[in-house]
Every structure is written in C-alpha cells, then in structure tokens.
C-alpha cells in the first residue's frame, strides 16, 4: 500500500486546489475524484452558467441598442450551439486542471473512493493510506420526493444547462440565487418565465431592499414573480418546464463516513469545528459538506487554509469579508452587515446609498438599474458591509470588501482617486453618502 502525506476525496474547487498547494508546499499527495475534476462548479454550475448568462446579457443589450441608436433584428438562438460553445468553455478549463494537477506532481486516481473503517480511502483498484484526509465532495441540487422528477418536465440546475431545445415557458421553484439567475437568463432568451419564493421576497439571503429591486426588474422584464407562499401544483402544470431551484443537498451518502466514525448531523453535513476537523483525528472536511457555507470560492479557501498549516504555516479562513455574487441582470454583489442587521443599533453605523442613475458610466453603457450601498462603523469609519445590485456588482463588490479586509476607513476610500468615467466610482460615491457629503446627490433635509 502507497503511503501519502495527504489523500483527498473529491477533485472541486475545494479538492484540487488543496491537491495543487499540497504539492507546491512539498506534501506527496493524492487526490480521488469519481467522475470530473473541476467538480460540479466547472462542470455543472459556475461556469456552464456563466456562458449561458453571458448570452443572456449579449441579447439584453441588444434589445436596448435600438434606443443608443443601433438597430438588431430578432435573436436566433441556436441553441445546439450555445451548449456546444458552454461544452467547449467547460472542457478547456478541465484539460487545464489537468495539467495543473500533472505538473505539479499530484496523484490523480479517477475511481469511486470511500473511507474504511481504519481511515484509508479505498477505490475499485487500491486503498490509499495517508497521514491525513480530506473530504471535499461538494453538493448535489436537492430533489425533493413530491416532485415527480424523471418525467422530462421537472428538471434541476444539473439538466438546464444542457438542454436541446428552449421551451416555450418555464417555472422557477425557488427565488435564491440560483433560481434568480436562470430566471434571468431565460427571460433574456425570450422564455416565459415565472418564478416562486416561500418567503416574502426573492434573494431572502441578501438585504431586503435588494430583494425588492430584484422583484421590481423581474416584473419589467415580464417576469411573473410569486412571493410569500408556495408554489400550487396547477401554476407549475401550465409550464412546459419546471426548474426547481430550493437549495443543494451535500454529497455524504456512500463515501464510508459511518463506516470511519465520523459524525453527521440531520441534514446530512459532515460535522466539523472552527478547524474543519471532523470527530475522527486527522480527517478534515471543506466546502458544501461541511456545513460551513456552500461557496465554490470557499471551498478552495478552506482547502488553502488546511494544507498551509499541515506544513507549519498559519492561514485562518478570512471569511468575515466573504462576498456573494449573484449573476442575475443586472448581478448582485454583498457582504458583511445588511441594513436589517443593524434595524436596533441605527445610530451606531453610517449607511450611504448611491443609485446608478447618478452614475455617469452607468448611463454610457445604458444600464442604470441598482445602487450600491455602504455600511460602516460611526465610531471607527471601518466598512462592515456593503450591497450592490447594479451592472458588474459581482466585480465592484470586491472594491469594497478588500477596503473592509485592510481596515480601511470611509476616509480612506473617499480619499482614494478614482478614474472617471468608471463604475467603480459608486463605492466611492456610496462612501462620500456616509458621510453626508455626496457630490452627485441631492441635498438631503436634515
């Protein structure tokens, strides 16, 4: 039996990026994925989704040419081609993990794996033995019983992305973030689309005035939004596609956790400490199945983190300043502290909001839809959060959350000297409105 420093289940974004860092840190490792490295972000979500919202936004912007003074005519999507195309994009980026993997020197084995009693990993040719183990076997859609899945109609984010042909309407079971993104991006393709939420508002995760924008562009688009209430079996009938969109469930059946002692909790998330450890010494458990967050960006950072003190070095998971990017049209961009979080403790933070319309790039490039909104310390002028909804807010938000990462003030922002005309500008601007000195807004009463 090969021994090895490490050994990891599940080549994600969490598995072989801790299999590549392993490796540069001197670690013999070996990594064990059962089907496709690059896991379900590059292969089924992330990625393929993004090609799909890219063309979404493509047709969009067509569509609003005609006021800036060009004229398309009707889309032909091909959609054979899309797919083909999003293949492409995902099969390249795969190749290079590949060799990524091989040039670094790590083992890939592409078996079914599972742990055994003593701690090994054992696939359908051999038991891997190593000093430490990680488990980074990431998440599936959830597929609840009551829906009758199997009957072509009723489809998860897995089956979207590869379809063969577009329907004529289509049902959203579910207004998170991924429910909102394919319901945006198959508005933009021309599909009827109505989408579902339980509770009061789409993006319920996310500040809730962002989940009302959201609301509010759905239904200008001639998006059929329900809130509140579940969706009723005879509105998901009159649909010829049902995407069903409630949450993922982790991947923990059948990769020996009983058999190895390693605890679960109800939902089925490997328990872990602050550490990742899970009960069983010497395994760690990183990304969707651990409970923690269900973020391809995380995932890799907690495999980082894991591998660099296994090698001596101290690397703590920075999440405080994490952001999350939704990829709708326009795209969301969020962390830290919600307005809602501070509702009993106002008078303690500043909030400065800056709305595209004000935004000088914003009406170049004919999207002025959103705003970004700051929220920081009143004592300190530290950034505690930020929330944009806007054009390319999954990249502004960055902006912010690094400020907030380096303990930058709102002082240091507004101090900074931004280019002109840029989207960046509105953090500043958002920034300037904390403290009550916005250039571009109109005097408020006080």
Known sequence: MEQFDLAILGAGPG????????????????????????????????????????????IEKAKKASGQGVIFGQPQIDINQLVSWKNKVVTN????????????????????????????????????????????????????????????????????????????????????????????I????????????????????????????????????????????????????????????????????????????IATDQKGFVVTDDGLRTSVKNIFAIGDISGKGQLAYLASEHGVSIVEQLAGHNHPVQDRFMPSCIFTMPEVGTFGLKEDDIKDRRGDYLIGKFPFTALGKAHCINETDGFVKIIAEKETGLVAGCQIIGPNAADLVHVASAAAAAEATLETITGTIFGHPTLAESVKEAAEACLGRAIHLPKTAK
């Not at 072989?16 to 292969?43: F, M, S």
């Not at 040719?125 to 109609?153: H, M, N, W, Y």
């Not at 562009?217 to 998006?223: E, S």
């Not at 009723?232 to 982790?250: N, T, W």
């Open 186 to 261: 198959f508005a933009a393709l021309g599909v009827k689309v109505s989408i579902y939420e339980m509770l009061p508002r789409l993006l319920p995760l996310e500040d809730s005035e962002v989940g009302v924008m959201m609301e509010r562009i759905f239904k200008k688009r001639g998006v059929e939004v329900v809130v509140g209430r579940a969706a009723e079996r005879p509105e998901l009938e009159k649909a010829e596609l049902v995407l069903v969109a409630i949450g993922r469930q982790p991947n923990t059946r059948g990769i020996g956790l009983e058999e190895a002692g």
């Open 15 to 58: 598995g072989y990026v801790a299999a590549i860092r392993a490796a540069q840190l001197g670690l013999k490792t070996v990594l064990v994925e059962r089907d496709l490295v690059g896991g379900t972000c590059l292969n089924w979500g992330c990625i393929p989704t993004k090609c799909w919202a890219d063309i979404a936004h493509t």
């Open 93 to 184: 980026l795969r190749t290079g993990i590949g060799y990524l993997l091989k040039n670094n020197g790590v083992n890939l084995v592409m078996s079914e794996g599972a742990l055994t009693p003593d701690g090994s990993i054992k696939t359908k040719d051999a038991e891997i033995k190593a000093q430490t183990v990680i488990l980074a076997t990431g998440s599936s859609p959830a597929r609840p019983k009551f829906f009758p899945f199997g009957d072509g109609r009723y489809i998860t984010s897995d089956e979207i992305i590869n379809l063969q042909k577009l329907p004529v309407s289509l049902a959203v079971v579910g207004g998170g973030a991924i429910g909102c993104e394919f319901a945006s």
